[in-house]
Every structure is written in structure tokens, then in C-alpha cells.
């Protein structure tokens, strides 16, 4: 397994990475830190933590717009969705995820 060396906003991480997957991988980070760069630039979030968790909601929830384009069947049926591990209300998720983080953006 191949590593590279990545920067997510500002930060280096070295990745391990399968032979082929370079130019997948470097896709993803880019998003990421382009979601990440994007809540920290809104100013209202400042720690990394929960930025990285709410830019990861971020990128799931439109993951799952896809899939729901895709099958419009889960659209119809929010109930078959959550079974399935869609998410049905992502503000209330990050409502609860802000709440449990509390005031300095920490669980502990």
C-alpha cells in the first residue's frame, strides 16, 4: 500500500492509499477540505473537531440526496430510509451533535 502526504485545512496527514486509488483519494481530500475550509470560513465554528464532524454530515447528506435521486423509492418512504441508515433529519442531528459537543466545540 502506497502512502501520500495530504493537507486538510492546513493540516498534513500521510494517507495509506492502494495502488491505483491516487487520483480517487486526492478527490476526497479535496472535498473534504473544500466542506471543512467552507464551515470554518461561515465563522460560527472554530474547532476542528466539529468542524470535521459537521462537514462530514455535510458530505453524507448530499451522498444520500444522490442515492435518492437515484432511487426515488427511499424518498417516499422516510421510515424504509432510517431502517436503512439514512438520514431523515440532518439539522436535528447537528442540533444534538452541537449540544453534545457543548459550548467549546469538546465532548470531554
Known sequence: ???IEVTIL???YVLGCPEGGETRLQASVKAVDREMTAIRSAGKVKV???IAVLAALNIA???EQKATAASPAAAEDPSAAAE???PVDVAALIARIDQAL????QLL
Not at 457543548?102 to 466545540?105: C, L, R, V
Open 1 to 3: 500500500m502506497k502512502q
Open 10 to 12: 492546513g493540516q498534513s
Open 48 to 50: 476542528r473537531e466539529r
Open 61 to 63: 447528506y448530499k451522498l
Open 84 to 86: 436503512a441508515g439514512t
Open 102 to 105: 457543548g459550548e467549546h466545540g
